[in-house]
């Protein structure tokens, strides 16, 4: 079976890397043949050659939700996800509309043009947060508006007609996020809950923890089964102070969170996908072991103390090869352990030999 | 940093496959454009390019002893392991000979022509085992033999001149194996023992055992050091009746019986060569779980019942891509489980799979 996917960012590159071994061949479509997927990929393709790409393609996926609209049409017959789940992702309105016309829980949220949002933010307790409806990832073009003197300074870097999603601050305990897989039949898995530690809206770092929020795989669950989604989803959610589990955000495709699980888990995420997209029986999403993930940010091979790094037991170093950028995911390091404690340990120490050299 | 790899068969396809993560560089030299680490490599070398092929590597090493003089001779600069231990390697009389030199306990053998081996097994109490001197594995050119009258059969296969290795047969209890890692700085670790199951002299399956057989341990640390090997080193040995651990043979590089590690282990086998060979400190090789592989012989991916296999808690299939034929390893099974029964379970389940549709 040859699988097509839009996007050659490293979400695509363990994809291949993990599919290689169901015996899968890849078509990479990306405007940039060195990106990470593109490396590892049979063949790649340009976005003016996506008509040869669906061409030769049994099913396409996307590991990035922001894609051309034109593209995304061109594919549609072969995508999954499919096309409605992609588009509600793209607009952070849209999506968290779609969470409260279906009852999910969400924090209070409203919306408004660019010119509206001071006015509008007049209706909520600040602090609040400030998102552009589009491009919504890693924190970008995401505020937190501590005082309403700010809005000046966050209009100057958007059009008066452009749309913000306003929502009320959550003061949480801790973020967590779930993974669930679901194949063309209706099969149905979700991966342990792992904690996530975010640093500026970008993953920093995350670990699982050997505890059950019902009430959070019922959601995931029931969305999964509501989207009709073939695939992953990922849902990050607030566990707040008061015990409430709300919605942050989803991601139809392999997550960030759920980098762990390639070392961590029976079957990871991306051969999980794989699978639900090939139509074949699911994985076990069981952990073999305590498990986490720390992000390499904005770093280069050469600033890393790889010596400290792979002389930890259990570290294992994943390096998408990209150009260095300023706080851009270069690689991660997946890290097992026999204990939760023994991996916060772990995560710690990375984390502190990340800092000596950067 | 940029390896070189001689051969391009499915040992090379897992090292690229894990090396990628650690941010390496793969050029891969292999008459078989298609072969399978070929079709991952981010450069293929046809042997008539072994000098361009060395020119542009930082290092080489190898997935298969069995390589043309003169190519190991074009990269031996950049080998690793070292020439000396390829060239023991292949030869079965030389492998034998340096384990008695170095006081190694090994089967009782002796060594002739084909035109004297007749006189020669008169020494042996029959069965005894007869193997051609050269391009042995698998059990290609392995003879065992009850009677003398079976030698004439032999010798139809063979010239007067060839020399081979007689051996007397070992009834052994189990066939194990360990895998050893040592890295340039003489670091050294050695893999849990798995029990080895072969059927017509290739490995079908074998499984992590929760034993430690310290004799073997010390033979391996002490091969590695005696050889001065860096990268990896896989032995096997018999398990005696009477207690005794005989050798029965090595081999300087990722092996069938470590396949497990991939899923298995902290560190794959893979990517210890890596570390090995890249000065780097070596990875844990720490069991996650007990674990096991079964191995794909002579069968096509349409032959297999996939949704039996992949519907198995704890079944990875890796799938090598490779042409069918005969008892080929087309690819294995890697298996974990909670405990070493359950993995023993799991192994019988896919071998009466793979028999119900084969």
Known sequence: MRI??????????????????????????????????????????????????????????????HI??????????????????????RSRIEEKSF???????????????????????????LPAIVKSEKLGYDGKGQYKIEHTSQIEEVLKNHSPQENFLIEEFVDFLFEFSLIGVR????????????????????????????IQIKEAEDIITSLMSDLNLVGLLAVEFFFCKDGKVLINEMAPRPHNTGHYT???????QFENLLRAIADLPLGSTKLKLPSGMVNLLGISLEDMDMEGILSMEGAKLYWYGKEKRERR?????????????????KIKSILELLHQRI
Chains 1, 2 share one sequence.
């Open 183 to 210: 194949n063309k039949r209706g099969q149905v898995r979700v991966y342990p809950i792992t904690v996530n530690y975010h640093d500026g809206g970008i993953l920093l770092y995350n670990y699982t923890k050997n």
């Open 329 to 345: 995911k270069m690689g991660h390091i997946n890290v097992v352990g026999e204990t939760q404690e023994q991996v916060a340990e």
């Open 68 to 89: 051309e609209e034109s593209l995304i049409e061109a594919v549609s017959h072969l995508l999954v996800p499919s096309h409605h789940i992609l588009k509600l992702k």
């Open 262 to 268: 390639l070392d961590g888990c029976y079957t990871s």
């Open 4 to 65: 097509g996917i839009l996007g050659g960012g490293q979400l695509g590159w363990m994809t291949v890397l993990e599919g290689r071994k169901l015996g899968f061949e890849f078509f990479v479509l990306d405007s940039d043949p060195k990106a990470p997927a593109c490396r590892v990929a049979d063949a790649v393709f340009t976005p003016e050659q996506v008509e040869v790409f669906a061409k030769n393609c049994h099913v396409v996926t996307c590991e990035f939700e």
């Open 99 to 125: 969470y409260r016309k279906m009852g999910y829980p969400t924090a209070h949220f409203s919306f408004a043009k660019a010119k509206d949002l001071l006015h509008e933010l007049k209706e909520f307790r």
